[in-house]
């Protein structure tokens, strides 16, 4: 049975995940999940296990040249912590600034779900709508 762990403990595991992103090392921010975690961008397929989600965030990490992901708010209760965050990056030569409501599920010290909501459209930005 998992150990219960106090609410300041589980958001400081997803403060230092956060600040991981700076450092823009994949395998750092692997070793925050558990080996059956689920990352899943809402609009986008969930990636299961380790190697999808290294998969997932090998897509964006290291091709930007800087990322910080900036916490607004942070509330949990028990294993369960919501991030209100602005992701800052460079995208395809372009900087993105979203706005990002993260949930993540903490197990035993590491995340075993980590959930982003954020408006697909802000991130592409705009289109040539006529």
Not at 7 to 36: M, P, Q
Not at 61 to 67: G, L
Not at 73 to 97: L, P, Q, W, Y
């Given at each position: 049975?998992?150990?219960?762990?106090?609410?300041?403990?589980?958001?400081?595991?997803?403060?230092?995940?956060?600040?991981?992103?700076?450092?823009?090392?994949?395998?750092?921010?692997?070793?925050?999940?558990?080996?059956?975690?689920?990352?899943?961008?809402?609009p986008?397929?969930?990636?299961?296990?380790?190697?999808?989600?290294?998969?997932?965030?090998?897509?964006?990490?290291?091709?930007?040249?800087?990322?910080?992901?900036?916490?607004?708010?942070?509330?949990?209760?028990?294993?369960?912590?919501?991030?209100?965050?602005?992701?800052?990056?460079?995208?395809?030569g372009?900087?993105?600034?979203?706005?990002?409501?993260?949930?993540?599920?903490?197990?035993?010290?590491?995340?075993?779900?980590w959930?982003?909501?954020f408006?697909?459209?802000?991130?592409?930005?705009?289109?040539?709508?006529?």
């Amino acid at each position: 049975m998992p150990q219960e762990v106090s609410n300041e403990k589980n958001e400081e595991i997803v403060r230092r995940f956060c600040e991981a992103f700076s450092r823009r090392d994949v395998d750092e921010i692997i070793g925050f999940f558990t080996e059956d975690a689920v990352y899943h961008n809402i609009p986008l397929p969930a990636a299961a296990g380790l190697d999808a989600i290294r998969a997932s965030l090998s897509a964006f990490v290291p091709a930007s040249p800087e990322i910080e992901f900036e916490v607004v708010h942070m509330a949990s209760s028990g294993a369960v912590v919501f991030a209100e965050r602005v992701d800052r990056m460079t995208f395809n030569g372009k900087a993105v600034e979203l706005p990002v409501t993260g949930v993540f599920e903490i197990e035993d010290g590491r995340i075993r779900a980590w959930r982003d909501y954020f408006d697909m459209q802000m991130f592409l930005g705009p289109t040539d709508a006529g």
